[in-house]
């Protein structure tokens, strides 16, 4: 359903226009935190603050997903407002071409034209995510860690780019593919790169992270933007002011204007920053979003520690890949649900995609730790299908498990640790790069998430019971960019039982010209992170990585 409305509305329109160093700064729109038609809404869950998750600039208005309110509002240049309210719940991302919707969720991929929905891809892998919807030479389309799909051909006068990727190697390594040819540029302690969009000149808009702390974690944001031939010619600073949390921040105009969907406390504001060619290379935001906050340090707080019930006398041990397991089984595990098992009483509330019949993954219980057999149990018993009521903790009447339970049924530990006790089990380590599957990423009094794997551009594939999301209060999968877990601290279970690692064993050397190339087979069925290549030179007499 659409509602066009000719109001007045509080927002204002292009009300900043800086020209800094090198790039020129204007605020295209801003919309106040609200309940209002033309505000939107941003809410606190366990674990993460979160508003809207994506936006899209067009010709005559801004579209906003205005997530928590399940709508997508456009706002148009003579200061009307369209509205579409969204009945799918699991939305992160959409683009808007003329009368068709393309919709994106964590592995999916729709398309809606006249009021019907068809499925463009899915991604049969729970762990793997698409990264968002983009364009690239006129082309819609959605990369995830193995690959790209097309989702179709736009009508846009864009020249053609050639296709662009980006990697990053430890420790100060930025490595971009542009076609055919690699570079690397140097980025000190870095942590997560995206790629994010190109000019009609060829010039590039690439998103790279530098680790300020390890323990806890704080991050420089960057935008770098690069020649066809790796060169940079300008570096924007983003500002340490992340209200909530956002799927989408990024996206780049058809004239290479960089738009940003910045979250701050009074709003959402858009800004488009255009390059300016001189002999400046470096650019800061204006100072009105100098202030530093960050949506994990307004996350509502963890519950009290689980009830004694269930506790065993000691931790016990756990493999990596019994503990990755045992997560796997939270995320894909399907249950028959009865109308006993949904429902509201004064301390409990089910989660709202709970439905009688078929469910899969198991529900976000505010203060829960059951394990998969005992919440199955449980459910045969009649008990209450998880419990998304924060106000107290119900013992005894409904089953589940919060982050903290989760990660303690994961690790195989004695009792229930909260985010605060954790450290009662675990270890804190000294960087985010020893990070190892089974890990986990913890703040203390909010939220922990069990670390799965690294992908090749410095993030975080984690496994978690999280109320944020969508639709939230349940186990999932998510991929996470290094600044979206600041001030979380990298740990380790005590009793983790480390896989070992393969020895390789060399099969050949082929010396070059200008490289060398090796060959070597090595029993690859465990956990373990990949190889270290050394190398040493007769005038050196230390071995150094390749």
């Given at each position: 359903m659409k509602n066009v409305l000719k109001t007045l509305l509080i927002i204002t329109l292009c009300t900043l226009s800086l020209a800094l160093a090198g790039m020129q700064v204007?605020?295209?729109?801003?919309?106040?935190?609200?309940?209002?038609?033309?505000?939107?809404?941003?809410?606190?869950?366990?674990?993460?603050?979160?508003?809207?998750?994506?936006?899209?600039?067009?010709?005559?208005g801004i579209t906003i997903f205005d997530t928590e309110n399940k709508e997508l509002k456009t706002f148009y240049d003579n200061r009307s407002i369209e509205s579409e309210k969204l009945t799918d719940t699991h939305i992160i991302d959409f683009y808007k071409d003329h009368d068709v919707l393309y919709l994106l969720h964590p592995q999916n991929i729709y398309v809606k034209k006249n009021n019907t929905i068809k499925l463009i891809s899915h991604l049969d892998d729970p762990k793997d995510m698409f990264s968002g919807l983009t364009i690239q030479n006129g082309n819609l389309q959605a990369s995830h860690r193995n690959g790209k799909v097309q989702c179709a051909t736009l009508s846009l006068n864009k020249e053609q780019t050639p296709e662009i990727s980006v990697t990053r190697t430890l420790p100060?390594?930025?490595?971009?593919?542009?076609?055919?040819?690699?570079?690397?540029?140097?980025?000190?302690?870095?942590?997560?790169?995206?790629?994010?969009?190109?000019?009609?000149?060829?010039?590039?808009?690439?998103?790279a992270e530098t680790i300020t702390s390890h323990v806890p974690l704080a991050v420089q944001r960057n935008i770098?933007?690069?020649?066809?031939?790796?060169?940079?010619?300008?570096?924007?600073?983003?500002?340490?002011?992340?209200?909530?949390?956002?799927?989408?921040?990024?996206?780049?105009?058809?004239?290479?204007?960089?738009?940003?969907?910045?979250?701050?406390?009074?709003?959402?504001?858009?800004?488009?920053?255009?390059?300016?060619?001189?002999?400046?290379?470096?650019?800061?935001?204006?100072?009105?979003?100098?202030?530093?906050?960050?949506?994990?340090?307004?996350a509502e707080a963890e519950p009290v520690q689980g009830s004694p019930i269930f506790a065993k006398k000691t931790d016990a041990a756990v493999t990596r890949s019994e503990a990755l397991a045992i997560g796997n089984e939270y995320v894909t595990h399907t249950w028959t649900a009865t109308a006993a098992n949904i429902g509201t009483t004064s301390t409990i509330t089910t989660p709202q995609w709970v439905v009688v019949g078929q469910n899969t993954r198991i529900p976000y219980k505010w203060g829960g730790w059951?394990?998969?057999?005992?919440?199955?149990?449980?459910?045969?018993?009649?008990?209450?299908?998880?419990?998304?009521n924060t106000s107290?903790?119900?013992?005894?009447?409904?089953?589940?498990?919060?982050?903290?339970?989760?990660?303690?049924?994961?690790?195989?530990?004695?009792?229930?640790?909260?985010?605060?006790?954790?450290?009662?089990?675990?270890?804190?380590?000294?960087?985010?790069?020893?990070?190892?599957?089974?890990?986990?990423?913890?703040?203390?009094?909010?939220?922990?998430?069990?670390?799965?794997?690294?992908?090749?551009?410095g993030k975080l594939v984690q496994v978690e019971e999280t109320a944020s999301g969508t639709p939230g209060w349940a186990?999932?999968?998510?991929?996470?960019?290094?600044?979206?877990?600041?001030?979380?601290?990298?740990?380790?279970?005590?009793?983790?039982?480390?896989?070992?690692?393969?020895?390789?064993?060399?099969?050949?050397?082929?010396?070059?010209?200008?490289?060398?190339?090796?060959k070597w087979t090595a029993d690859e069925s465990g956990v373990f992170t990949g190889y270290r290549v050394y190398r040493k030179t007769k005038a050196q007499s230390n071995y150094g990585v390749v």
């Open positions: 204007s605020e295209l729109l801003f919309v106040p935190w609200g309940e209002a038609s033309n505000e939107v809404r941003h809410e606190s869950y366990p674990g993460l603050q979160t508003g809207p998750l994506s936006f899209q600039v067009q010709k005559d100060s390594s930025l490595n971009v593919m542009i076609g055919s040819s690699f570079y690397t540029i140097n980025v000190p302690e870095i942590g997560s790169v995206d790629y994010i969009g190109s000019t009609p000149e060829n010039d590039h808009y690439i998103y770098l933007l690069i020649n066809n031939e790796g060169k940079i010619l300008n570096t924007l600073h983003l500002p340490n002011q992340q209200f909530t949390y956002i799927f989408k921040e990024f996206s780049v105009g058809e004239q290479g204007e960089l738009y940003h969907m910045l979250s701050s406390k009074d709003g959402i504001h858009i800004l488009e920053w255009r390059f300016v060619k001189n002999d400046e290379t470096e650019n800061d935001y204006p100072e009105q979003f100098s202030e530093i906050y960050h949506f994990n340090q307004f059951s394990t998969v057999a005992q919440f199955d149990a449980g459910i045969a018993d009649g008990l209450y299908a998880g419990d998304v107290s903790v119900d013992w005894g009447h409904s089953v589940g498990a919060d982050c903290s339970g989760f990660v303690s049924v994961c690790w195989k530990a004695s009792h229930k640790y909260g985010t605060s006790t954790i450290s009662g089990c675990s270890s804190q380590l000294s960087s985010y790069n020893d990070l190892l599957p089974a890990d986990a990423t913890n703040k203390a009094g909010s939220h922990i998430r069990m670390v799965v794997e690294w992908t090749a551009d186990a999932r999968y998510y991929t996470w960019r290094l600044s979206d877990i600041t001030a979380y601290v990298p740990i380790r279970y005590n009793n983790i039982l480390n896989s070992s690692a393969p020895r390789p064993t060399l099969l050949s050397v082929e010396s070059k010209s200008d490289s060398v190339s090796l």
